[in-house]
């Protein structure tokens, strides 16, 4: 039986193409934010809140209690604002286990600070596959879903799944898998899962991009329209095809903008990296000749 207590809202981050949403019990008041985001100026290096600002707005109008800070992995294309969520509700920040085969592999690549712990242990609580909690009333599981990161995971929560960068919009196709540690054979055996529960299962992405025949953004799908439509994964599709769609795909892909400061960001809870002697904090940027075919 569909759960009506359950409220949605989404936050479209327009400079990143990311949605926050915040879910809510409307009996008890609780609710979850999932995948905050910051606003930041790659080319100097400033921060703003502007984006979680509306979100908190939202939440207050609304009298709303966040008891949970979710997030499905350590993005590479925007900033995590869950410090400040964390700070301005005392709200835990939580993410999947394998969070630190991501601090592991991106500790070694952006050569972090000694004491940089590779434990998980910047984030609250971590999450073990079909491990349930709650959202006030509102029953949720957690569900690893690696493929694009070897840490990415997704929220049931009653009859909807926030799938984060597992799949985009059934008229766009599915996320990378070409990151450190990111797998195509793994993602389409996630994909399936999510794609087994029931057609009118709801599908929140975490990001959208326009197509050619598509001009507003949208951010909502289901079940049963990824299995009709979606190019990558509908019903017909095995798992040797969408590897070779997947992988030919990636290898014309160029890096996240922002994939550089988020992934050092991200893998710390959305902290900044330790202030130098100056009592400023930095974001390396590994440089390298790029390699000629």
């Given amino acids: 039986m569909k759960n009506t207590n359950t409220e949605i809202k989404a936050f479209f981050h327009q400079s990143t193409n990311t949605i926050c949403y915040v879910v809510s019990d409307k009996e008890t008041k609780c609710a979850a934010i999932i995948d905050s985001c910051l606003d930041y100026d790659h080319a100097d290096g400033s921060l703003d809140t502007e984006h979680a600002d509306s979100v908190i707005e939202y939440l207050q109008t609304e009298n709303l209690k966040p008891a949970w800070i979710l997030e499905t992995h350590v993005h590479a294309d925007h900033l995590s604002a869950a410090p400040y969520f964390k700070e301005k509700f005392e709200a835990p920040v939580a993410i999947g286990k394998n969070i630190t085969k991501v601090q592991h592999t991106f500790g070694v690549i952006y050569n972090t600070e000694r004491g940089f712990r590779k434990d998980g242990s910047q984030f609250d609580h971590l999450f073990e596959d079909g491990e349930k909690f709650s959202i006030g009333n509102l029953n949720c599981e957690y569900i690893f879903t690696p ?147």
Wanted: hydrophobic residues 30%; positive net charge; aromatic residues 10%.
């Fill in 147 to 293: 493929g694009h990161t070897p840490a990415c995971g997704s929220y049931k929560i009653e009859d909807n799944i926030f799938v984060g960068d597992t799949l985009f919009m059934h008229d766009f196709g599915t996320a990378r898998c070409d990151f450190p540690g990111g797998d195509a054979r793994d993602l389409f055996k996630s994909i399936r899962r999510i794609l087994n529960y029931p057609g009118n299962t709801n599908l929140w992405m975490c990001h959208d991009y326009l197509t050619d025949n598509r001009k507003k953004y949208q951010w909502k799908s289901t079940v049963e329209k990824q299995r009709k439509l979606n190019p990558h994964v509908k019903d017909g599709i095995n798992e040797e095809e969408f590897v070779k769609i997947r992988e030919e795909k990636d290898s014309r892909l160029g890096a996240p903008k922002l994939i550089v400061p988020s992934i050092q960001v991200n893998m710390r809870a959305g902290e900044m990296p330790p202030p130098e002697r100056n009592g400023v904090s930095y974001l390396k940027v590994p440089v390298k000749f790029k390699e000629r075919e």
